[in-house]
T-cell receptor, first 112, second 115 residues
Framework: DTAVSQTPKYLVTQMGNDKSIKCEQN?????MYWYKQDSKKFLKIMFS???????INETVPNRFSPKSPDKAHLNLHINSLELGDSAVYFC???????????FGSGTRLTVV | GNSVTQMEGPVTLSEEAFLTINCTYT??????LFWYVQYPGEGLQLLLK?????DKGSNKGFEATYRKETTSFHLEKGSVQVSDSAVYFC??????????????FGKGTHLIIQP
């Protein structure tokens, strides 16, 4: 069983569209995250979320919004997609204390 | 704020050479330190970690020692293989806030091993 799974693996869409990326973890972890990896491979956290609190990186545009239907899922919704949103998006999770993180395999988003 | 600085590549070595990838950090408190590896077209895999000063993380022939006095976590391997070609990321986790800040990553080092 995949510990952190995200779908789709590839997503190609036009500018202005709204899209979602789904993430599920079966590790029983309390905290989930979304990271963005740009074309230069640089990784930056976008959001962290546990069942009590959402922490937003202040540099993330408000077109991006995480949605968590339950503890095991953290989906990423993106409105009005722009060319600059093209990147690889990684979901991750961690247990309490955050001494370990498990990553999904990534979603490569291409905006054309 | 927290930050991680690592040597930027690409780093090109011949097979069986000795590898060192430098990593230094700035953090408040006592962070945990990690090395992640990303093979071409794949996601992030945890390579090794250390959670307190003087700990040594090791895996698949790779090692790194948590040096608080020099705020460093350099990655080493005695004899690299072509299959080690990948991008390596140094990262830290500041446990204040219960992990809400997630991982802070270095910019990654692209390692190329030639036969």
């Amino acid at each position: 069983d995949t510990a952190v799974s995200q779908t789709p693996k590839y997503l190609v869409t036009q500018m202005g569209n709204d899209k979602s990326i789904k993430c599920e973890q079966n590790l029983g972890h309390d905290t989930m995250y979304w990271y963005k990896q740009d074309s230069k491979k640089f990784l930056k956290i976008m959001f962290s979320y546990n069942n009590k609190e959402l922490i937003i990186n202040e540099t993330v545009p408000n077109r991006f919004s995480p949605k968590s239907p339950d503890k095991a899922h953290l989906n990423l919704h993106i409105n009005s997609l722009e060319l600059g949103d093209s990147a690889v998006y990684f979901c991750a999770s961690s247990p309490p204390g955050a001494y370990g993180y498990t990553f999904g395999s990534g979603t490569r988003l291409t905006v054309v | 704020g927290n930050s991680v600085t690592q040597m930027e590549g690409p780093v090109t070595l011949s097979e069986e050479a000795f590898l060192t990838i430098n990593c230094t950090y700035t953090a408040t408190g006592y962070p945990s330190l990690f090395w992640y590896v990303q093979y071409p077209g794949e996601g992030l895999q945890l390579l090794l970690k250390a959670t307190k000063a003087d700990d040594k993380g090791s895996n698949k022939g790779f090692e790194a020692t948590y040096r608080k006095e020099t705020t460093s976590f350099h990655l080493e391997k005695g004899s690299v293989q072509v299959s080690d070609s990948a991008v390596y990321f140094c990262a830290l986790s500041d446990h204040s806030g219960g992990g809400a800040d997630g991982l802070t990553f270095g910019k990654g080092t692209h390692l190329i091993i030639q036969p």
